[in-house]
């Protein structure tokens, strides 16, 4: 097989410094680089024509050459205090060894000692995950709803606002959910209180009315939501984002009609114990019994601890012949993301429905404005391949 000679990008300009015309320094830059151009492109020409008698050594050249991006350095955060796993003190063979052991019998220990390896990490990596949903439902117990009983929201704003139509448009985003203006004279632990205990008399069915799962408190800045506050009743716990890049579906180009069916949730992403904690939060704002037939959906995809925020409708239709395949480019195993489902024939239609915004987690208070569990700081983000969510 011929080899490729590849170039190097480390090319002698110091004779470029020892030119004391202007014109003429400018000049011999140029034609450095315009050579380096010159080899880089015969390299490039001289692989295709390697790589088209052999199509096996592209495939290999893209398996190894994987950009280094900030998600593949992840440096993965430590688990929450009281979430460490118990390890099993399985048998083991010795260390000191008996001499005059046959190659046999050290490749039969040796497979032993692989899989009781093996079998300890499957056990720890078990007991991981047993441990942090065990300390999750310890912190937050009021998360972990059964799936027959749906939320309750009670949606307010901030004191002295004057803008509405944000805070209608985003309790229609959430099922069952009741906008009710912010009384200026009463706190946020007051309205917890009163939301999840109730005494007012419900006019439509003449009796007390039935307490609310959760107060969601939208903050209004400059006409627009820049705040969210979300307590689950009665004891919490709190959950502060900051709301970026609001923009409501009148704004969106193309944009549908929503309808009153409960959407399918996606939770995309959220992999450290507070990001599980987190999705557990937004599990719990929406009915768990989604109606298929009005056919939207509502995604959360967090992004370097961004949670992006969509709503669309779907449809199935037949793929057109100028079309890729459906899933192309998402097979994380390979450098240029795989091919699709090869045969399937079958493409997704999706219209955004709106709003769409982007929310940054701040603060966790394991109370209800007391008692913080986590909040976040500037100098988090001085290490950049460190995520919290």
């Known amino acids: 097989m011929p080899k490729v000679k590849k170039t190097s990008t480390?090319?002698?300009?110091?004779?470029?410094?020892?030119?004391?015309?202007?014109?003429?320094?400018?000049?011999?830059?140029?034609r450095i680089k315009s050579a380096l151009a010159a080899a880089k492109?015969?390299?490039?020409?001289?692989?295709?024509?390697?790589?088209?008698?052999?199509?096996?050594?592209?495939?290999?050249?893209?398996?190894?050459?994987?950009?280094?991006t900030i998600e593949r350095k992840r440096v993965w955060d430590e688990r929450i205090p009281g979430a460490v796993p118990t390890t099993t003190t399985a048998g083991t063979a010795d260390e000191a060894k008996a001499e005059g052991v046959t190659g046999e019998e050290a490749a039969a220990e040796a497979a032993e000692e692989a899989a009781a390896a093996a079998e300890i990490a499957a056990h720890e990596e078990n007991q991981?995950?047993?441990?942090?949903?065990?300390e999750t439902a310890a912190l937050f117990p009021t998360l972990d709803r059964p799936p027959g009983a749906p939320p309750r929201i009670l949606l307010t704003t901030s004191r002295f606002n004057?803008?509405?139509?944000?805070?209608?448009?985003?309790?229609?985003?959430?099922?069952?959910?009741?906008?009710?203006p912010r009384n200026n004279d009463l706190g946020i632990v007051e309205m917890a209180k009163i939301a999840a205990k109730p005494t007012t008399i419900d006019p439509a069915t003449g009796e007390v009315r039935k307490p609310y799962s959760h107060i969601m408190i939208a903050n209004v800045e400059s006409k627009l939501i820049d705040a969210l506050t979300i307590i689950v009743l009665p004891e919490g716990p709190t959950f502060r984002f900051t709301v970026s890049n609001y923009q409501p579906a009148k704004r969106i180009s193309g944009h549908g009609r929503p309808t009153?069916?409960?959407?399918?949730?996606?939770?995309?992403?959220?992999?450290?114990?507070?990001?599980?904690?987190?999705?557990?939060?937004f599990q719990s704002l929406f009915p768990q019994q989604p109606q298929f037939q009005g056919r939207q959906v509502v995604t959360l995809h967090n992004q370097r601890d961004f949670i992006f925020f969509r709503r669309h409708r779907y449809v199935f239709r037949e793929k057109r012949e100028t079309e890729k395949e459906a899933g192309f480019g998402l097979d994380p195993t390979k450098a240029d993301g795989g091919k699709g489902m090869e045969g399937l024939g079958v493409r997704v239609g999706l219209q955004e429905i709106g709003p769409r915004f982007t929310l940054k987690l701040r603060r966790v208070e394991r109370g209800v404005k007391k008692d913080t569990v986590f909040q976040w700081k500037g100098g988090m983000d001085k290490v950049r391949t460190k995520f919290q969510l």
């Open 10 to 30: 480390s090319q002698n300009t110091s004779a470029t410094f020892n030119i004391p015309n202007k014109v003429h320094r400018q000049a011999h830059n140029i």
């Open 41 to 68: 492109r015969k390299e490039k020409f001289d692989r295709k024509k390697v790589e088209a008698k052999d199509p096996s050594l592209r495939e290999t050249r893209l398996s190894t050459n994987l950009p280094d």
């Open 128 to 134: 991981a995950t047993l441990a942090e949903d065990a």
């Open 162 to 180: 004057h803008t509405h139509d944000q805070a209608e448009e985003l309790a229609n985003l959430f099922p069952n959910t009741t906008y009710l």
């Open 260 to 281: 009153s069916h409960i959407p399918e949730l996606i939770l995309n992403n959220f992999l450290t114990p507070l990001g599980k904690t987190t999705a557990g939060l």
